[in-house]
Nanobody
């Protein structure tokens, strides 16, 4: 049974940092593409960052490029999202997702497995 469990969310002031973790079980993350999505109230779930199954490609949304870093630790079966220089616009529930297809998936519909999400709130 595949499980993805996010942690590390919380309340932070603008300009601050958070590191999200996604611990996977029931799969080997080195054989799956992994993604971080976020969904703000009233908005669509959007891709923030993703890593291809091979690990050779990492995607970042334009809105987070240069501020967020996604890291895959295969030994710990965990992916991380380091978020720096946070702004109130980053406030959302952040979800971890996994899929066995090879290339980066940009849509929520391209991922089969999901965590329950972790809330990130950035105050101004």
């Amino acid at each position: 049974q595949v499980q993805l469990v996010e942690s590390g969310g919380g309340l932070v002031q603008a300009g601050g940092s958070l590191r999200l973790s996604c611990a996977a079980s029931g799969l080997s993350i080195s054989s799956f593409r992994m993604g971080w999505f976020r969904q703000a109230p009233g908005k669509e779930r959007e891709l923030v960052s993703a890593i291809s199954r091979s690990g050779s490609t990492i995607f970042y949304a334009d809105s987070v490029k240069g501020r967020f870093t996604m890291v895959r630790d295969s030994a710990k079966e965990t992916v991380y999202l380091q978020m720096n220089s946070l702004t109130p616009e980053d406030t959302a529930v952040y979800y971890c997702a996994a899929d066995s297809r090879f290339s980066i998936g940009s849509s929520r519909y391209e991922y089969d497995y999901w965590g329950r999400g972790t809330q990130v709130t950035v105050s101004s």
